[in-house]
């Protein structure tokens, strides 16, 4: 049998390490489906019910492992479905390479059914960006495409019309008119060694021994460098913020964390971040700017790999362009270690109350079920390596503030794009990336609904992958934000009847449990988690739970009030809620 040239493209995704593809076929890309048939035994295909989702999927497996995802759609509509689950790999900076079908070179500018240009669509989100138009490009075209992704941090994507997919392999049909030919390439990626050059490690010393109230910020560039976190934090006395995507760095019972920043973090790190007086960044690019310190009152040092973004977002005193873990290990030897430290103690105390308040909201005598109480069952009966993925709204405000990071428990969400609907995808890329480990989808009905045929494609491979649904019924984040706007809510709330995703689940062949009763949540999470196969909780939870920030401004207090006086429609059952959530807190 004639080897074609989609055989050359697969042979050199598996030469780079690529052991998963995730997809949907269609008639744009039968030539590269024939290649992975003919080298199933080196890389699976996993058929998705959603493009978008084989995008996630790559991402989530890229988030998890380090190493590059692959998708892959047809030409036309499926290749621009991809689109969300690519901005969120270009976004968060994690290497995914994406293939796209291309109607054959003899029509192309004709105006053919489904004949869109992919690779212009794709010129913002991809770092590198090609159309194959000689088979002779391949594989060196798939070297470069993988190469940059790991270099850039970033997307790529190569296209391939119909009539180079099947076309013999290595053909070079064209006469060279130019002094070169094919390049021959080698698919190998030499990182950059990360190492910080010695001056700037040394004025990056000088500036943190001198600070008397000094605060860490670490995101998910640091994810891989948790020793070296605590053994600065211990040597500074500094008390540890971590970002959303971060938040898996350091365990959460630390006691140098203060836990997150922003809408969704803890007081002491807001009060923190009006205190100190040295922040030391590291690994992150965090982009809510109005939670850092004002300059004029605060020195910063930054330790980024990329030197586009040090200094992104505050102005940066010593900016160290260096891998953190790197970084930190040449910046250790150089701090002045610290005793008896007044500034962390003060930081400790008020996270012990923070936690004692967060403690007292996971009540399981509420009624309706308290969504603190919901996600603490969980965090409780899940395993201690367990990875746990989460949808963008109120749900990752609740992971935020009661999934504890212990042992090797991680924790993956949409960090910069905050997209609907990852978490299932997330799920089951990790899943396949990790078969020993425990995986957790918690999810809002919102953004599980979007993309709930994954819940099949996780029953059809088989892949214990668990999905809590926190069920408000509701768009609850939007529903928030338009109150502290000062607006009554409207068009957030979904008609009655609520839906009964676990139905689903079981029509799937999975485990699926509902539950309306708090009394239910402890032995329905229980049976799912311990279930031989994928398994779903749909849980009810409180629509009206506020998910309040850490600190609340008098302004966003103003507006709160306001969007009650101007017919907020259920401000009676916010209202009861807010003050069983005060009165909880005060009786803890």
Not at 394 to 420: C, D, K, P
């Amino acid at each position: 049998m004639a080897r074609i040239a989609s055989e050359t493209l697969i042979e050199r995704l598996a030469a780079w390490g690529v052991d998963t593809v995730f997809g949907m076929p269609g008639d744009g890309i039968n030539g590269i489906m024939e290649g992975l048939r003919r080298h199933r035994d080196r890389v699976r295909f996993v058929l998705v019910h959603h493009e978008e989702a084989a995008a996630f999927m790559a991402t989530g497996y890229a988030k998890a492992t380090g190493r590059i995802g692959v998708c892959l759609a047809t030409s036309g509509p499926g290749g621009i479905h991809l689109l969300n689950g690519l901005y969120d790999a270009k976004l968060d900076h994690v290497p995914v390479l994406a293939i796209t079908g291309m109607q054959e070179t003899s029509v192309l500018g004709t105006g053919y059914q489904q004949e869109v240009h992919l690779d212009k669509l794709f010129a913002d989100v991809a770092e590198y960006n090609m159309m194959i138009t000689n088979p002779a490009q391949l594989p060196s075209l798939v070297d470069l495409a993988i190469r940059t992704s790991y270099a850039r941090r970033g997307v790529s994507h190569l296209t391939l019309p119909n009539d180079i997919q099947v076309a013999d392999a290595g053909a070079d049909p064209y006469r060279h008119v130019a002094p070169a030919r094919p390049p021959e390439t080698a698919p190998v990626y030499l990182p950059p060694a990360g190492l910080p050059r010695q001056e700037d490690v040394e004025w990056a010393a000088e500036v943190l021994n001198r600070a008397e109230r000094p605060a860490m910020l670490v995101g998910q560039g640091a994810l891989h460098a948790r020793q070296e976190v605590l053994a600065v934090a211990e040597a500074l006395g500094a008390p540890v913020v971590k970002t959303l995507p971060g938040k898996a760095v350091v365990p959460d019972d630390s006691p140098y964390t203060t836990g997150g920043l922003g809408l969704l973090g803890t007081r002491p790190s807001e009060e923190l971040m009006d205190e100190a007086d040295v922040l030391f960044m590291v690994g992150t690019n965090f982009p809510y700017s109005q939670f850092l310190p004002e300059v004029r009152d605060t020195r910063v040092v930054q330790f980024e790999a990329d030197p586009t973004r040090a200094g992104a977002r505050i102005a940066t005193d010593v900016p160290v362009v260096c891998d953190a873990k790197e970084g930190l290990r040449a910046l250790l030897p150089l701090l002045t270690r610290r005793n008896g430290n007044a500034h962390l103690a003060k930081y400790q105390k008020m996270m012990a109350k923070w936690r004692s308040d967060m403690d007292a909201l996971e009540n399981p005598d509420r009624d309706p079920i308290a969504p603190q109480y919901a996600v603490s069952v969980l965090d409780d009966l899940a395993a201690d390596d367990a990875i746990l993925t989460c949808d963008s709204g109120t749900i990752a405000t609740w992971a935020a503030r009661h999934w504890t990071i212990r042992g090797e428990r991680e924790f993956y969400l949409s960090g910069t794009l905050a997209s609907m609907a990852p978490g299932l995808p997330y799920a089951i890329a990790m899943q396949h990336a990790h078969p020993g480990r425990q995986v957790i989808a918690y999810v809002g009905d919102g953004g599980f609904s979007m993309l709930m045929a994954e819940f099949l494609t996780a029953a059809q491979h088989r892949l214990p992958v668990k999905v809590i649904i926190n069920n408000n019924n509701s768009l609850g984040q939007i529903l928030w934000e338009q109150m502290v706007l000062g607006y009554p809510e409207h068009g957030v709330r979904y008609p009655m009847p609520e839906a009964d995703f676990s139905a689903w689940a079981r029509s799937c062949g999975g485990f699926g449990a509902k539950v309306t009763k708090s009394g239910d949540v402890a032995t329905a999470v229980g049976q799912a988690l311990a279930h031989d196969g994928p398994a779903l909780v749909d849980i009810d939870v409180n629509p009206n739970e506020p998910p309040m920030p850490g600190k609340v401004t008098y302004e966003q207090a103003k507006s709160f009030a306001q969007a009650f006086l101007k017919g907020q429609p259920h401000k009676a059952a916010i209202a009861t809620t807010l003050f069983k959530d005060r009165i909880q807190k005060l009786g803890d």
